[in-house]
């Protein structure tokens, strides 16, 4: 009622943009716009709007004032909550930059490891372990320190000696050095020390033997135990099969797109949405992280995944309109009252700048 009335009272409310009623009008309706689900609703700003509508009623007696400070209230809240989003969107964005990290450097270190054992080809038992515990220590090293360090380099040479000395014939003796410097590595990442010294005797002897523990042993006891980094993530996807016309031009258009962008996904049979944000995307791991406007994270999608529901329809980008929404809603109301009278539909001069 209170909008009614400045409306019938102020003929301004109709061509002034910045009404303060037209202001606090389209604050509240643009706050719930983007509520498609009970999940995007925010309760603290919710509050903060029944609070705000209840006062105008009640204190509202022809005083523009009343909706000014309404407006301010509202906007005071969104810079709250916004500053809030901000900080959880950045946690989510560090941890998901750390997880690329991680990925990143296990995959490098996958990679030395393999190049060693088709160079040198170790015994079997040997190559399960480099690719198992060994592995941890790259990893944590190029987490650590960086690729173009000297403990990378040298990380790199100790598991060249490894491979050299595993792939002679059994017979010979550890070699004390060698397994020192293998135990010591393995302590860094968590190996206890019993499980530490059995396997940098294997590590460091000819043929990769030793009399103390078994294979079967030593297997289960690196089974039963968590690698670095291992969030049960790493179960071996198959290859997406290629993308047709409609995809790879989704595929493309995402590349481009910058942080930020709002997409609506389809969530049912029914066809509700569900409104989330591109936060950020590995341009290395293909990964996309989705926040909602809370900055809580929502979802991570692969830019391949994410190419084939825009393709279905399943997803879409939202354009992104700058004219408020009260706004946009007179206009076209105008519009339809100009067509139904007959008159031409001029440029939108209905308001002053």
Not at 46 to 75: C, M, P, S, W
Not at 207 to 230: C, H, M, N, Q, V
Not at 267 to 274: H, I, P, V
Request: charged residues 30%; proline residues 4%.
């Amino acid at each position: 009622m209170p909008l009614v009335r400045a409306a019938l009272q102020d003929s301004a409310f109709f061509v002034r943009s910045q009404h303060p009623a037209r202001e606090l009008l389209n604050a509240v309706a643009e706050s719930g716009a983007a509520w498609l689900s009970e999940e995007d609703t925010d309760p603290q700003l919710l509050l903060k709007l029944n609070q705000t509508v209840d006062r105008v009623v009640e204190e509202y007696e022809g005083d523009e004032q009343v909706f000014e400070q309404a407006h301010q209230d509202i906007q005071a809240q969104y810079r709250t909550l916004a500053h809030k989003a901000e900080i959880a969107e950045r946690r989510h964005i560090e941890a998901a930059r750390g997880k690329e990290r991680l990925e990143v450097a296990k995959d490098l270190a996958s990679a030395t490891l393999e190049a060693l054992c088709r160079t040198w080809q170790p015994p079997k038992f040997v190559q399960a372990l480099l690719r198992q515990a060994w592995s941890d220590v790259l990893t944590l090293t190029l987490l650590r320190q960086g690729e173009d360090s000297d403990a990378w380099r040298e990380r790199r040479q100790l598991s060249q000696c490894i491979a050299e000395t595993t792939c002679r014939g059994g017979g010979g003796g550890s070699d004390p050095d060698l397994a020192g410097e293998v135990r010591s590595a393995l302590l860094q990442v968590g190996y206890h020390q019993d499980e530490a010294e059995a396997i940098a005797r294997r590590l460091s002897t000819p043929g990769g033997d030793d009399a103390l523990t078994s294979r079967t042993e030593l297997s289960a006891r690196l089974k039963a135990r968590t690698r670095l980094g291992d969030q049960g993530e790493d179960v071996e996807r198959p290859l997406p099969a290629p993308r047709n016309a409609t995809e790879q031009a989704a595929y493309t258009r995402l590349r481009g797109l910058p942080f930020g962008t709002w997409f609506e996904f389809v969530t049912n049979q029914q066809g509700d949405l569900k409104r989330q944000r591109l936060s950020w995307y590995s341009p290395i791991t293909e990964r996309a992280l989705f926040v909602n406007q809370r900055g809580h994270k929502a979802a991570e999608y692969s830019l391949d995944a994410l190419s084939r529901l825009l393709a279905q329809g399943q997803a879409r980008i939202v354009s992104e309109d700058r004219a408020r929404l009260i706004d946009r809603a007179w206009h076209a109301t105008v519009r339809a009252l100009r067509t139904l009278a007959g008159a031409p539909a001029p440029a939108d001069t209905l308001e002053d700048a």
